[in-house]
């Protein structure tokens, strides 16, 4: 256990809203990551970060904002969601001078 | 970019037969590859690991090998059990990446008991 926790779990929101989805991590780690999770895609990389207040792009970044204020906390925005962005999302952390990427419970976003 | 490709998508074999999971990359630069486990409606759980100097790595059934210079994994896990029905994906990490993650689509496997 990673200590990465996700909120929320499910989401269902409508076309053209904002939605943010919280990131939490106990163990102080550096890197954190936001990935999306479709079928036939795997999981693809949205952004990153690699410390407070740095993050950058992964490869599907568009409509998409994160931030990173406090070490702990990594925060996925969709800034007016899209029926494209139903997914279900997975944060991830990368422990120093460790090689294993752990993710976090994962949260199901459905935008109708 | 990085390209991981698993083949075959889904897989059904008979309690005790010993499963082989395959996975490709394009770009043979990399500092590791990770095998994950993923059961339905839940996160990825960490089964093994190895570094790009390593050719296997093992923990109890599971076996991974991996040979760079060809752009292959292999991951084998003995005697399967129909607890091991879930879905198992590889992710590369390439050289100079951030420790960013490619990720495959996945194989489902399904243990018939």
């Known amino acids: 256990d990673a200590g990465i926790t996700q909120s929320p779990r499910h989401k269902v929101t409508e076309t053209g809203t904002p939605v943010t989805l919280r990131c939490h991590q106990t163990?102080?780690?550096?890197?954190m990551y936001w990935y999306r999770q479709d079928p036939g895609h795997g999981l693809r990389l949205i952004h990153y970060?690699?410390?407070?207040?740095?993050?950058d792009k992964g490869e599907v970044s568009d409509g998409y904002s994160v931030s990173r204020s406090k070490t702990e906390d990594f925060l996925l925005t969709l800034e007016s969601a899209t029926s494209s962005q139903t997914s279900v999302y997975f944060c991830?952390?990368?422990?120093?001078?460790?090689?294993?990427?752990?993710f976090g419970p994962g949260t199901r976003l459905t935008v109708t | 970019k990085q390209e991981v490709t698993q083949i075959p998508a889904a897989l059904s074999v008979p309690e005790g037969e010993n499963l082989v999971l395959n996975c490709s990359f394009t770009?043979?630069?990399?500092?590791?590859l990770q095998w994950f486990r993923q059961d339905p409606g839940k996160g990825l759980t960490s089964l093994l690991l190895?570094?790009?100097?390593?050719r296997e790595q093992t923990s109890g059934r599971l076996n991974a090998s991996l040979d760079k210079s060809s752009g292959r994994s292999t991951l084998y896990i003995a005697a399967s059990q129909p607890g091991d029905s879930a879905t198992y994906l590889c992710?590369?990490?390439?050289?100079?990446?951030?420790?960013?993650?490619?990720f495959g689509a996945g194989t489902t496997v399904t243990v018939r008991a």
């Open positions: 163990e102080n780690h550096r890197y």
């Open positions: 770009d043979s630069a990399i500092y590791n």
């Open positions: 970060s690699y410390g407070v207040k740095d993050t």
């Open positions: 991830a952390i990368q422990r120093a001078l460790h090689p294993e990427q752990y």
């Open positions: 190895i570094q790009s100097s390593q």
């Open positions: 992710a590369v990490r390439s050289s100079g990446s951030d420790y960013k993650l490619s």
